[in-house]
Structures are given as C-alpha cells and as structure tokens.
C-alpha cells in the first residue's frame, strides 16, 4: 500500500510563509492529480488545491493569490508554498493522490498541523 509523507507544517505567525511537501513512500503508477486538501477544527476537509498530470491548477477562492501548488513528476512529490498566511489557515494539511490503481478516493498522507497565530 502506498503512503505518502508529508512535511513542512509548522507554527508561523500572521503573513508568513511555509512550504509543505508530500513524498510517496513507493513508486506510483500513472498518476492523474495531486492535492492538499485542509481540515480546521469542527469544519470539513476542503479541497484547498490540486494539480493536474499536464500542470493544471485550481484553487479554493479562499487561498488564491496567496498559495501555489506545483508537483516534480520526475520524484512523484507534490509542493505547496503558502504565503500571506492568515489564522483562518490554521488546520491539518492532507496530501492526497489520484492514480490508476488508486481508486476513486485515492491515496492519502497523514496531515501536518499548520498554524498561524501570533
């Protein structure tokens, strides 16, 4: 089973910056799109961006302007640079992976606590 590792979380105050990361732990084949998703506490898990296989981004409205996902096809890894972090950014990052034997859910890391507070 394949499991993909995050990093880069943090505490950062308001209108800072963090980088997160996701690493798959084994090989993946044909990937489709890589994704953050975010879960604040007592709110659902929001898609907050995703990337296609040919570079196609979308953002969640709250977040554009501010952060950018980009992915290295070559070693599989997915990014987000966030900048301009505000409180309501606050929450556990997911990274989440859409492939051909993945099924419809796809795989998903483990999170890492992002929070911004003074």
């Known amino acids: 089973q394949v499991q993909l590792v995050e990093s880069g979380g943090g505490l950062v105050q308001p209108g800072g910056s963090l980088r997160l990361s996701c690493v798959p732990s084994g090989s993946i084949f044909s990937i489709y799109t890589m994704n953050w998703y975010r879960q604040a506490p007592g709110k659902q898990r929001e898609l907050v961006a995703g990337?296609?296989?040919?570079?196609?981004?979308n953002y969640a409205d709250s977040v554009k302007g501010r952060f950018t996902i980009s992915r290295d096809n070559a070693k599989n890894t997915v990014y987000l640079q966030m900048n301009s972090l505000k409180p309501d950014d606050t929450a556990v990052y997911y990274c989440?992976?859409?492939?051909?034997?993945?099924?419809?859910?796809?795989?998903w890391g483990q999170g890492t606590q992002v929070t911004v507070s003074s």
């Open positions: 989440n992976v859409r492939a051909y034997y993945s099924g419809p859910n796809g795989y």
């Open positions: 990337i296609s296989s040919g570079g196609s981004t």
